[in-house]
């Protein structure tokens, strides 16, 4: 979604600002612009498309400055256009503001400003809360002339309903930027002799080994050497300054031809990381430290919510599976959007989890204060270190997958169920579950690197799958029990990235109404590595062969599939326990050369954004 950088220093801006907007790309977005202050001029300069056309825009233009900020948005209010890009300028052309977020009364705002002889360019909410900056800045008078700029848009944002990530500059004020957030994240990096702004680490672009996170409430004012902040009460505020981990936060495409590509190959790695230091052979369990919860009070909990969307959300459905088969306790999954607002009743000793991987998902970061708020433990797995969810949660656990900057999520889903499984394991063993029983499930854990390994070995037989079936425009994706859920998971990725429709369902609600979709033209993808439903499974796949479907079995039991499938991608035998990380494998390297096949632009897919910070 939008990317906000900026920057006050000694160099020149435009590079930093531009490269820091390019490292932001793979948020999504449809345009991009900046905003220079030189010599007590505001030049500004905005494109609709990519950041490179904005580059070669601006290389026209002799601009020269040491401070500015710049930005990529995601439409909201107003179509895309040069008009609508950030950064939005006051009408009395003293102030710029790069905006994430959205402003709900900007309409209320901008009638008052009308009268008030404001005039606005574009039809964006953002440019409202520029102006009315503007009017606090010239109604307030009698603030001292050093914290003047800082004052007016203190003021301005006390009226503003809906959350937003700012950054602003002044031509009254060329030395300073001022920064906010409320419900989106803004971050300010410290380098030597320069800040920097930016609404994600890698804005940074490597610039700045120190951060700061600007909680919600909160307004920072930035020059070359210092940062101060105060809350949006005025009263000011001690932070913490922490230090940027580059390993974790590294997002280069090292050799790949995508991030997509580079983080599918990265599942081995990343699962490692999810369980290294968290499985105790001796005791046939999960260490779970960040849960914060002792095992009395793990043994008191009667039921968990999952709270999450998109891929997470498939993740929390998976853990529902597992969670109600080892450590036998209801489970419910709510997307963390309806959550927020459906008043679910919980009970006295619900846990409530949500997931992440971003950990900046303004629906998920809604569901987990809503379930706080009514005074439930929140727990929270997420994959970004220090973000939003990470903190404001009362524990919970990292995935420590490395970045993910595909915006289709891929090795974040797998170690979010590993994550999910070592729970299940850890309050199964508090449980029922036996010590012989956890043991085999620590065994299959720890085998699941090289399980995962050795299926992305089956690449080249899958793109060649990917060519025949590349132009078929729908899909069905199957699977029963724990697998319906990677068919859903399937079934998105070839969405996100193909632009195919795709739809997923329990192998057994097919002839309750989507068999009506069968035909030659929309193969089925179907999982099947639950041996205790396989005979089940291939029932349905000969309801589908009857209709003359076609037939792509992920699966661990070829022989139950041959002269059945169309196409068999063979997975290795495994326990239970590990198979819908392992089968989630092959889905998405179809996803992915089907995309690439259909010449789509995998790491920047139409109309979607990495992490979803407005409702
Ligand atoms: O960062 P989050 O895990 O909270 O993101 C949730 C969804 O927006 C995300 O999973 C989305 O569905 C991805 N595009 C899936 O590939």
């Given at each position: 979604m939008c990317g906000i950088t900026g920057y006050i220093g000694k160099r020149d801006a435009t590079p930093i600002l531009i490269e820091g907007l390019k490292k932001l790309e793979y948020r999504g977005y449809d345009s991009a612009g900046i905003a220079l202050l030189d010599n007590g001029k505001m030049n500004v300069c905005k494109k609709k498309g990519r950041v490179d056309v904005l580059a070669e825009e601006i290389s026209k233009k002799p601009f020269k400055a040491n401070l500015g900020i710049s930005h990529t948005r995601w439409a909201?209010?107003?179509?895309?256009?040069d008009a609508n890009a950030h950064p939005h300028v006051s009408s009395d052309g003293k102030f710029a503001l790069v905006h994430n977020g959205i402003v709900e009364n900007f309409e209320s705002i901008k009638t008052f400003l009308t009268k008030k002889g404001y005039t606005f360019?574009?039809?964006?909410d953002s440019e409202a809360l520029v102006n009315l900056i503007a009017y606090h800045y010239d109604f307030?008078?009698?603030?001292?002339?050093?914290?003047r700029f800082l004052e007016a848009v203190r003021k301005a944002l006390i009226h503003v309903e809906g959350t937003y990530g700012i950054a602003v500059i002044s031509k009254e004020k060329p030395d300073e930027i001022v920064a906010a957030r409320k419900g989106s994240p803004l971050l300010i990096g410290i380098g030597k002799n320069e800040r920097l702004v930016s609404s994600?680490?890698?804005?940074?672009a490597g610039r700045a080994n120190n951060v700061i996170y600007l909680d919600d409430g909160q307004i920072a004012s930035i020059t070359i050497d210092n940062c101060d902040i105060i809350s949006i009460g005025n009263k000011p505020i001690e932070y913490k300054v922490k230090e940027i981990d580059w390993e974790l936060e590294n997002a280069d495409?090292?050799?790949?031809?995508h991030y997509m590509q580079k983080e599918i190959y990265e599942q081995p790695k990343a699962i490692e990381n999810a369980i290294r230091g968290r499985i105790s052979d001796d005791a046939s369990t999960a260490i779970l430290?960040?849960?914060?919860?002792t095992a009395q009070e793990m043994r008191q909990v009667d039921r968990i919510i999952f709270c999450a969307c998109g891929t997470a959300w498939h993740a929390c459905l998976v853990a529902e599976q597992l969670i109600e088969k080892y450590a036998r306790i209801p489970v419910e999954v709510e997307y963390a959007s309806e959550f927020r607002y459906r008043n679910t009743p919980i009970e006295k000793n619900t846990l409530v989890f949500v997931l992440s991987q971003?950990?900046?998902t303004i629906d998920t970061l809604e569901a987990l204060r809503e379930s706080q708020r009514k005074g439930f433990k929140t727990l929270a797995i997420t994959?970004?270190?220090?973000s939003t969810i990470s903190r404001e949660s009362d524990g919970g656990l990292y995935q420590?997958?490395?970045?993910?900057?595909?915006?289709?999520?891929t090795k974040a889903f797998t170690s979010q169920v590993v994550i999910c499984l070592l729970i299940a394991l850890h309050i199964g063993r508090m449980r029922d579950l036996s010590y012989t029983a956890g043991k085999e499930i620590v065994e299959a854990i720890k085998k699941l690197p090289n399980l995962v390994e050795e299926t992305l070995q089956q690449a080249k037989h899958i793109e060649e799958i990917a060519k025949k079936y590349a132009f078929n425009e729908d899909f069905l994706f199957l699977g029963r029990l724990d697998e319906f859920p990677i068919a859903l998971e399937g079934a998105l990725k070839l969405k996100e990235i193909s632009y195919i429709h795709a739809e997923a369902y329990?192998?057994?609600?097919?002839?309750?109404?989507?068999?009506?979709?069968?035909?030659?033209?929309c193969p089925s993808v179907i999982f099947a590595n639950a041996e205790d439903v396989l005979s089940k499974v291939v029932s349905n796949a000969q309801e589908i062969k009857a209709r003359k479907g076609k037939i792509i079995a992920i699966t661990s039991f070829p022989e139950a599939f041959e002269?059945?499938?169309?196409d068999i991608i063979q997975l290795p035998k495994m326990h239970d326990c590990v198979r819908t990380i392992v089968a989630t494998v092959p889905a998405q390297l179809l996803a992915y050369y089907i995309a690439l096949e259909r010449g789509c632009d995998v790491d920047k897919p139409r109309n979607l954004a990495k992490a979803v910070t407005v409702e």
């Amino acid at each position: 979604m939008c990317g906000i950088t900026g920057y006050i220093g000694k160099r020149d801006a435009t590079p930093i600002l531009i490269e820091g907007l390019k490292k932001l790309e793979y948020r999504g977005y449809d345009s991009a612009g900046i905003a220079l202050l030189d010599n007590g001029k505001m030049n500004v300069c905005k494109k609709k498309g990519r950041v490179d056309v904005l580059a070669e825009e601006i290389s026209k233009k002799p601009f020269k400055a040491n401070l500015g900020i710049s930005h990529t948005r995601w439409a909201t209010h107003g179509g895309v256009t040069d008009a609508n890009a950030h950064p939005h300028v006051s009408s009395d052309g003293k102030f710029a503001l790069v905006h994430n977020g959205i402003v709900e009364n900007f309409e209320s705002i901008k009638t008052f400003l009308t009268k008030k002889g404001y005039t606005f360019k574009s039809q964006t909410d953002s440019e409202a809360l520029v102006n009315l900056i503007a009017y606090h800045y010239d109604f307030r008078t009698d603030e001292s002339l050093e914290n003047r700029f800082l004052e007016a848009v203190r003021k301005a944002l006390i009226h503003v309903e809906g959350t937003y990530g700012i950054a602003v500059i002044s031509k009254e004020k060329p030395d300073e930027i001022v920064a906010a957030r409320k419900g989106s994240p803004l971050l300010i990096g410290i380098g030597k002799n320069e800040r920097l702004v930016s609404s994600d680490v890698l804005g940074f672009a490597g610039r700045a080994n120190n951060v700061i996170y600007l909680d919600d409430g909160q307004i920072a004012s930035i020059t070359i050497d210092n940062c101060d902040i105060i809350s949006i009460g005025n009263k000011p505020i001690e932070y913490k300054v922490k230090e940027i981990d580059w390993e974790l936060e590294n997002a280069d495409l090292a050799g790949a031809k995508h991030y997509m590509q580079k983080e599918i190959y990265e599942q081995p790695k990343a699962i490692e990381n999810a369980i290294r230091g968290r499985i105790s052979d001796d005791a046939s369990t999960a260490i779970l430290h960040g849960l914060n919860m002792t095992a009395q009070e793990m043994r008191q909990v009667d039921r968990i919510i999952f709270c999450a969307c998109g891929t997470a959300w498939h993740a929390c459905l998976v853990a529902e599976q597992l969670i109600e088969k080892y450590a036998r306790i209801p489970v419910e999954v709510e997307y963390a959007s309806e959550f927020r607002y459906r008043n679910t009743p919980i009970e006295k000793n619900t846990l409530v989890f949500v997931l992440s991987q971003s950990g900046e998902t303004i629906d998920t970061l809604e569901a987990l204060r809503e379930s706080q708020r009514k005074g439930f433990k929140t727990l929270a797995i997420t994959n970004a270190i220090a973000s939003t969810i990470s903190r404001e949660s009362d524990g919970g656990l990292y995935q420590y997958a490395g970045k993910e900057v595909g915006v289709a999520s891929t090795k974040a889903f797998t170690s979010q169920v590993v994550i999910c499984l070592l729970i299940a394991l850890h309050i199964g063993r508090m449980r029922d579950l036996s010590y012989t029983a956890g043991k085999e499930i620590v065994e299959a854990i720890k085998k699941l690197p090289n399980l995962v390994e050795e299926t992305l070995q089956q690449a080249k037989h899958i793109e060649e799958i990917a060519k025949k079936y590349a132009f078929n425009e729908d899909f069905l994706f199957l699977g029963r029990l724990d697998e319906f859920p990677i068919a859903l998971e399937g079934a998105l990725k070839l969405k996100e990235i193909s632009y195919i429709h795709a739809e997923a369902y329990p192998a057994g609600e097919m002839k309750h109404g989507p068999i009506a979709l069968i035909c030659p033209e929309c193969p089925s993808v179907i999982f099947a590595n639950a041996e205790d439903v396989l005979s089940k499974v291939v029932s349905n796949a000969q309801e589908i062969k009857a209709r003359k479907g076609k037939i792509i079995a992920i699966t661990s039991f070829p022989e139950a599939f041959e002269g059945l499938a169309d196409d068999i991608i063979q997975l290795p035998k495994m326990h239970d326990c590990v198979r819908t990380i392992v089968a989630t494998v092959p889905a998405q390297l179809l996803a992915y050369y089907i995309a690439l096949e259909r010449g789509c632009d995998v790491d920047k897919p139409r109309n979607l954004a990495k992490a979803v910070t407005v409702e």
